[in-house]
T-cell receptor
Framework: RKEVEQDPGPFNVPEGATVAFNCTYS??????FFWYRQDCRKEPKLLMS???SGNEDGRFTAQLNRASQYISLLIRDSKLSDSATYLCVVNPSTDSWGKLQFGAGTQVVVTP | GAVVSQHPSWVICKSGTSVKIECRSL??????MFWYRQFPKQSLMLMAT?????????EQGVEKDKFLINHASLTLSTLTVTSAHPEDSSFYIC????????????FGDGTRLSIL
């Protein structure tokens, strides 16, 4: 089983619609969680950290479910510029600072 | 703005050439940096942890004699791919964290290495 699993997609989303997708992680002791976006042939860029209580940043909402070991990302009012691959990133424990575990990414394609 | 700078962004060279990639932290000191490799449609794979003033820690299966890492200062780590071959062609990315444990990593622009 992979350490971090994501639905690869693609999720084809009409502009203005809402899209949501999950990521599951295997290590129940994981400490911190992030969503990054990666555009084609570019480096990952931090989208948002994911907090236990859930958090929102503009049109983006992230949730963490420790019991079921998944995090989710919801994008409201999708824009064409939201088209990218979204990487779920997990820091498995405080003893492995920076040794992040990456999902393979979920591709989102927003269409006009 | 960018907090981690990587150079060069694209390299095309002949088989057998050694290629050096630089990773710099901008306006902060990074005692630890990380080097990743990413093949098309795959997730980032950690290659090694670069430690300022000491030897790098390599992940299992990564040849330390092939991928030389030097972290000579608090703002610069270099990765040298020695005697590169076509199978080394990949997207190499470095990262560093500005803060304490658990803080997000910031990635360099990445270096696309193509070996002919």
């Amino acid at each position: 089983r992979k350490e971090v699993e994501q639905d690869p997609g693609p999720f084809n989303v009409p502009e203005g619609a809402t899209v949501a997708f999950n990521c599951t992680y295997s290590n129940s002791a994981s400490q911190s969680f992030f969503w990054y976006r990666q555009d084609c042939r570019k480096e990952p860029k931090l989208l948002m950290s994911v907090y236990s209580s859930g958090n929102e940043d503009g049109r983006f909402t992230a949730q963490l479910n420790r019991a079921s070991q998944y995090i989710s990302l919801l994008i409201r009012d999708s824009k064409l510029s939201d088209s990218a691959t979204y990487l779920c990133v997990v820091n498995p424990s405080t003893d492995s600072w920076g040794k992040l575990q990456f999902g393979a990414g979920t591709q989102v394609v927003v269409t006009p | 703005g960018a907090v981690v700078s990587q150079h060069p962004s694209w390299v095309i060279c002949k088989s057998g050439t050694s290629v050096k990639i630089e990773c710099r932290s901008l306006d902060f000191q990074a005692t630890t940096m990380f080097w990743y490799r990413q093949f098309p449609k795959q997730s980032l794979m950690l290659m090694a942890t670069s430690n300022e003033g000491s030897k790098a820690t390599y992940e299992q299966g990564v040849e330390k004699d092939k991928f030389l890492i030097n972290h000579a200062s608090l703002t610069l780590s270099t990765l040298t791919v020695t005697s590169a071959h076509p199978e080394d062609s990949s997207f190499y990315i470095c990262s560093a964290s500005k803060g304490a444990r658990g803080q997000p990593q910031h990635f360099g622009d990445g270096t696309r290495l193509s070996i002919l």
